[in-house]
């Protein structure tokens, strides 16, 4: 119980696997890390960033919670931006939410699980705005109507945050794209929610989000 040695034993296949291909990737890759994308998403253990979208170590940077919510006050999360945007130097934000989410399903439901309730306030807000719109759908089209408006709700706020005006004001270049995993058949869909500066931010209609 204290010593996981399976997974240490798969790490050291994985390493040798890797060094096999690559005999200088594990050097090179120690010395400085330079990803074009931050990718936020959910904590799902089915949903690994870099396995999805078919990435090598080191060309994402990554953050994960329960639900992808980006608030202004997640020193975590806010922390993680400001140093890929500003140290990192990344040319993308990907929020990326999943269908059936346990969170937004927690939302709709009802369910109480204590401290999630308080993190997931923000998706409940937006659940009761749609609530009635949502009224004549089936629980499980419920549920993947929310994850969709909850990542472009997750958009606008990273859009709203400092950090990233601040980036766009210096002409930086930086989009935040607004993605969904498919548990089913492991497939991204782009929601067609991306933004490159404030003007372009401006100019969406009915984006959702708090800060």
């Given at each position: 119980?204290r010593?996981?040695?399976n997974?240490?034993?798969?790490?050291r296949k994985?390493?040798?696997?890797?060094k096999?291909?690559?005999p200088?990737?594990?050097?090179?890759?120690?010395?400085?890390?330079?990803?074009?994308?931050l990718w936020?998403?959910?904590?799902?253990?089915?949903?690994?960033?870099n396995?999805?979208v078919?990435m090598?170590?080191?060309?994402?940077f990554?953050?994960?919670?329960?639900?992808?919510?980006?608030?202004?006050?997640?020193?975590?999360c806010?922390?993680?931006?400001?140093?890929?945007?500003?140290?990192?130097k990344?040319?993308?934000?990907?929020?990326?939410?999943h269908?059936?989410?346990?969170g937004?399903q927690?939302?709709?439901?009802?369910?109480g699980y204590?401290?999630?309730?308080?993190?997931?306030?923000?998706?409940?807000?937006?659940?009761?705005?749609?609530?009635t719109?949502?009224?004549?759908?089936?629980?499980?089209?419920?549920?993947?109507?929310l994850?969709?408006?909850?990542?472009?709700?997750?958009?606008?706020n990273?859009?709203r945050?400092?950090?990233v005006?601040?980036a766009?004001?210096k002409g930086?270049?930086?989009?935040?794209?607004?993605?969904?995993?498919?548990l089913?058949?492991?497939?991204?869909?782009?929601?067609?929610v991306?933004?490159?500066?404030?003007?372009?931010?401006s100019?969406?209609?009915?984006?959702?989000?708090?800060?």
């Amino acid at each position: 119980m204290r010593v996981l040695k399976n997974l240490l034993e798969n790490n050291r296949k994985w390493a040798e696997k890797v060094k096999k291909l690559d005999p200088g990737f594990f050097l090179s890759l120690s010395k400085k890390q330079n990803p074009e994308y931050l990718w936020i998403g959910c904590s799902d253990s089915r949903v690994p960033a870099n396995e999805i979208v078919n990435m090598p170590p080191g060309t994402m940077f990554v953050h994960r919670n329960i639900a992808n919510i980006v608030n202004e006050d997640d020193l975590n999360c806010r922390s993680v931006i400001q140093y890929a945007v500003e140290v990192l130097k990344v040319k993308h934000i990907i929020i990326c939410g999943h269908y059936g989410c346990g969170g937004i399903q927690a939302v709709i439901d009802g369910s109480g699980y204590g401290a999630i309730d308080v993190w997931l306030q923000n998706v409940n807000e937006l659940y009761h705005k749609h609530k009635t719109a949502m009224g004549a759908l089936q629980e499980k089209d419920k549920i993947n109507l929310l994850c969709e408006l909850n990542v472009t709700g997750q958009v606008a706020n990273i859009c709203r945050m400092t950090i990233v005006q601040s980036a766009w004001d210096k002409g930086q270049k930086l989009a935040v794209h607004g993605w969904i995993y498919n548990l089913e058949d492991g497939l991204l869909k782009d929601l067609n929610v991306c933004v490159a500066n404030k003007e372009e931010m401006s100019k969406m209609q009915g984006i959702e989000g708090r800060r």
